[in-house]
């Protein structure tokens, strides 16, 4: 579903990646690990179109998609591709509702679907209880699945996660997994996630291990 292929990326005079190739298929909960300063971010930014490589090609279904530029590259991302991050990054003004509403809303969708599917979501995830409560009235487990719904609300072809449970409690941390597998189960969702949590790593459909600027 997305491949990368002799991914070269450098930061100044460090080279970071140093020809990465990876694929993943759809559906698969697949994460990467490996020590910190290996490359992991910068590739998971690269894959997510979030960064462009120096070299080497990202594809989505056969869809070039580290050629893509300006407009059509944002509106490409918004739809297909969802993030997670270690610090959640809700928009402290709005509601949790409106934040996973909003990538949306940026798409252009139609306002009552959107909601409706925002409130499906909520409740999948178990926080339907707080709709209308603003990010800091939540606790950090249940902003992390907010933001987690928000990767979700445009139905991405993946969600890439960088740390996700690097701010959460074990219990938080497990609940957190076991939503990504029932997601996974639910809507076939595909996941990446980079991650220190060795009992996330050892139920993940495949383990890469990075070292170096490169899979290993
Ligand atoms: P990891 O996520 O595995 O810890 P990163 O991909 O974040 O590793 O970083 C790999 C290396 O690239 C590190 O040495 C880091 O300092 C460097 N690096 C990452 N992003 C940038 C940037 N935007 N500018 C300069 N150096 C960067
Ligand atoms: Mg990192």
């Not at 279904?61 to 509106?75: E, H």
């Not at 509403?101 to 178990?126: D, M, N, Q, S, Y």
């Not at 800091?136 to 933001?147: D, F, H, K, P, T």
């Amino acid at each position: 579903m997305i491949s990368g292929r002799q991914i070269y990326k450098a930061y100044g005079t460090v080279q970071v990646l140093k020809g990465v190739n990876i694929d993943i298929n759809k559906g698969e909960v697949v994460s990467i690990v490996g020590p910190s300063g290996s490359g992991k971010s910068t590739l998971l930014h690269i894959l997510g179109t979030l960064d462009k490589p120096d070299a080497g090609s990202v594809t989505m279904n056969n869809i070039a998609i580290s050629s893509l530029t300006g407009k059509q590259l944002a509106a490409f991302r918004n739809r297909n591709i969802g993030f997670v991050f270690q610090f959640h990054h809700l928009l402290p003004e709005f509601s949790a509702l409106e934040n996973v509403c909003i990538p949306a809303w940026l798409a252009g969708r139609r306002k009552k679907e959107v909601t409706e599917r925002a409130r499906e979501l909520l409740a999948v995830l178990g926080v339907d209880h707080r709709l209308d409560n603003k990010p800091n009235e939540l606790s950090g487990g249940e902003q992390q699945r907010v933001a987690v719904a928000r990767a979700l609300i445009n139905q991405p072809q993946i969600v890439f996660a960088d740390e996700p449970t690097g701010n959460l409690d074990t219990a938080n941390a497990r609940e957190l997994h076991d939503l990504f597998f029932s997601l996974r189960e639910r809507f076939l969702q595909t996941f990446l996630i980079v991650t220190h949590n060795e009992e996330l790593a050892a139920i993940s459909d495949r383990t890469l291990h990075m070292k170096d600027g490169l899979i290993v």
